[in-house]
């Protein structure tokens, strides 16, 4: 009876997304960025294969456009190209409403005791949020086809991990056993009969709503579960096996970004390193502003540690 929730790429009912844009924001029209003559037939495809699925829609050509942002096309593992917008002087007029994220520690403090977990994967989850017709006109993007602009909340806008955040909890509020973080959601009860009542509920809200998931990404019915770089179980929580390989063999770093990406890989497993705030005080001390950047045999023993 939950079939329907699988079948391609849902639209929530009833809601759109208002984007609150700066009214005293300077529209900024920028040029279109050359698309590679080699791939331009597999923009186009992918142009033509998001206004299908009513994600975008093309610009009527006697409506004003006084944002425009320019386009990237990367390579995708099955030869395609996947279109990215490039946002970032439209952002600057995009205010973000700041939701709270839900943490690691507040994953593992819902999770106690469960014994039986699901992990379900919105398809597109962004694209099945429907923006507001009258925001639409700032996600606008230039191509060599023509101009575009998104009727979907888009990856590339600021605000996108927060309102999509936020909308998801609420649909799914007053849900036994039921967590999202981002476009995840965890369905878990401690016997199977407990989790299997909250994963019909949730599915039954989830196509009540118009929402739908992506089969082959959903993890159904686990004695564990992968997530925020822990592994869940009856047993308590665990680092995740792959994070730790990973943390071992990590390059050393030769900038400040790239110090900031090792403590933040380090720090999905800080709770199982003994004293990791002192161990990781020199690295941190390493990103600061006024530090130069300057690595040591010290910063060297504390980073595999």
Known sequence: RNAKVFDGLGKLKGQTVHLNIDPNANPKAQPQR???YHIRNKVKDAIITLEKDDIIE???????TPWVSPIVAVSKKDGGVRICVDMRQANEAIKRVRHPIPTVDDVRFELN????FSKLD?????HQLELDPKRRHITTFSTHIGLYRYKRLNYGTNAAAEIFQYTLQTQLQGLVGVKNIADDIIVYGSTR???DENLDKCLQRLTTRGLTLNASKCKLLNPTLEFFGQIFSADGTRPDPQRVVDLQNVAT???VQEVRSLLGMANYSSQYIPNFATITAPLRLLTKNDTPFVWTTAHKTRSTT
Request: charged share 30%; hydrophobic share 20%; no cysteine.
């Open 122 to 126: 919105l398809s597109q989850a962004y």
């Open 58 to 64: 093309r610009v009527p050509e006697d409506e004003p």
């Open 253 to 255: 770093p030769t900038t």
């Open 113 to 116: 005791g469960a014994k039986y």
């Open 193 to 195: 009969k407990e989790h």
């Open 34 to 36: 050359r698309i590679p």
